[in-house]
């Protein structure tokens, strides 16, 4: 199949993501308000936009800290593998932690970076993903604590998130339709 022609249908505006995230920050600054220190964990690359509109209405002391993990292997496996590509760079024993994602599709990838997080024993860890798409779930018990909006199952770009690494720039979010 030729997926080299496409158009972009606008899906959230700029102005909603901008309203939503403002509500989730607030959110997150509640619930962590007695923290000392909150390590916001980007998870790269799609997340890069949002974490930083995110962190920017935290009231919060907060640290940012980057993980890239990849997944790899026949998706539509239960049992897909996730690789760490580049780990934090610093030490979450005992500290609080948010993981920002940009999307929960099939779950896999959030599944296998929480317990590689969980096993470092932090005092608390929250995530907040962008989007969910709760149809395409393949594994169960994963759910964001915060999230910011639910769709439908389709291919989206924009604000972050890619389509072969084009799209990320749009300030909106889009769903990719292919002409071809
Ligand atoms: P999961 O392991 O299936 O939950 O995969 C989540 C990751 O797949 C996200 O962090 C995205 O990088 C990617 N992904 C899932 N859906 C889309 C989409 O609609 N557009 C772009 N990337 C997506
Ligand atoms: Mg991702």
């Given at each position: 199949m030729d997926h080299s022609n496409y158009v972009i249908d606008q899906m959230i505006s700029a102005k909603s993501i901008a309203a939503r995230v403002e509500a989730l920050a607030e959110e997150i600054s509640q619930r962590f308000?007695?923290?000392?220190?909150l390590i916001v964990v980007g998870?790269?690359?799609?997340s890069f936009v949002f974490i930083s509109d995110l962190v920017r209405e935290l009231e919060l002391p907060v640290e940012v800290d980057f993980l890239e993990a990849s997944s790899y292997g026949?998706?539509?496996?239960?049992?897909r593998e996730v690789r760490i590509l580049k780990d934090l760079r610093g030490e979450i024993e005992g500290r609080d932690v948010l993981v920002v994602e940009d999307i929960v599709d099939t779950g896999h990838t959030l599944h296998h970076v929480l317990a590689l997080l969980r096993a470092r024993e932090p005092k608390r860890l929250e995530v907040c993903a962008l989007?969910?798409?709760?149809?395409?779930?393949?594994?169960?018990d994963v759910k964001a604590t915060w999230t910011g909006f639910e769709i439908p199952d389709e291919f989206v770009v924009g604000y972050g998130i890619d389509y072969a690494q084009r799209n990320?720039?749009?300030p909106y979010i889009g769903k990719v339709r292919f002409t071809s």
């Open positions: 308000a007695d923290t000392d220190k998870l790269l690359r799609g026949n998706s539509t496996e239960s049992s989007l969910d798409k709760p149809s395409r779930r393949e594994v169960d990320r720039n749009l």
